[in-house]
T-cell receptor
Framework: QQQVKQSPQSLIVQKGGISIINCAYENTAFDYFPWYQQFPGKGPALLIAIRPDVSEKKEGRFTISFNKSAKQFSLHIMDSQPGDSATYFCAGGTSYGKLTFGQGTILTVHP | EAQVTQNPRYLITVTGKKLTVTCSQNMNHEYMSWYRQDPGLGLRQIYYSMNVEVTDKGDVPEGYKVSRKEKRNFPLILESPSPNQTSLYFC??????????FGSGTRLTVV
């Protein structure tokens, strides 16, 4: 079963707009929640991550919002740029190495 | 350059012929892990290792074996590959914190 559910599967945004990707998790053993960005032909790269005792984390144009009671978290990309076009994966992880990914969201930012 | 190196990048094999995909990291990371990526399913963790001789199953371990005899190496072994193991495979490593560093991937086709 998919322990981390991600939506939408694909997203089209105009340049300068806000991209929002949502995730929900089931496993309460997760103790951190990262987001990865993947470009075609490349491996995923860590974008930003949050621990469950924090409700929001911002790094540049990227913000994670976390709702522990609802077991949901989301990625907001402000001022989206064509260079942000990529596949984004949320995940739930544990300190001992387990990492479970969502299904991915293909983001396209139109100029 | 700090990196995770997988070999080979591409591999076509026949059903039942044992194969090994190698993974090596030069960052002295404690944790290493293998994932497979399939369209619509995202990345799924196969096995992970917390240190030398310490490994554990991820979400999809069936049909795979791993070993961690040295800190830098974490080979993935398919003893009897089947067509449903055709996939894009990624190795990754991390020291602590949140982020796994991923290799460039191995595209495996089993016919």
């Amino acid at each position: 079963q998919q322990q981390v559910k991600q939506s939408p599967q694909s997203l089209i945004v105009q340049k300068g707009g806000i991209s929002i990707i949502n995730c929900a998790y089931e496993n309460t053993a997760f103790d951190y929640f990262p987001w990865y960005q993947q470009f075609p032909g490349k491996g995923p790269a860590l974008l930003i991550a949050i621990r469950p005792d924090v409700s929001e984390k911002k790094e540049g144009r990227f913000t994670i919002s976390f709702n522990k009671s609802a077991k949901q978290f989301s990625l907001h990309i402000m001022d989206s740029q064509p260079g942000d076009s990529a596949t984004y994966f949320c995940a739930g992880g544990t300190s001992y190495g387990k990492l479970t990914f969502g299904q991915g969201t293909i983001l396209t930012v139109h100029p | 350059e700090a990196q995770v190196t997988q070999n080979p990048r591409y591999l076509i094999t026949v059903t039942g012929k044992k194969l090994t995909v190698t993974c090596s990291q030069n960052m002295n990371h404690e944790y290493m892990s293998w994932y497979r990526q399939d369209p619509g399913l995202g990345l799924r963790q196969i096995y992970y290792s917390m240190n030398v001789e310490v490994t554990d199953k991820g979400d999809v371990p069936e049909g795979y074996k791993v070993s961690r005899k040295e800190k830098r190496n974490f080979p993935l072994i398919l003893e009897s590959p089947s067509p449903n193991q055709t996939s894009l495979y990624f190795c990754a490593s991390r020291q602590g914190g949140y982020g796994y560093t991923f290799g460039s991937g191995t595209r495996l086709t089993v016919v």
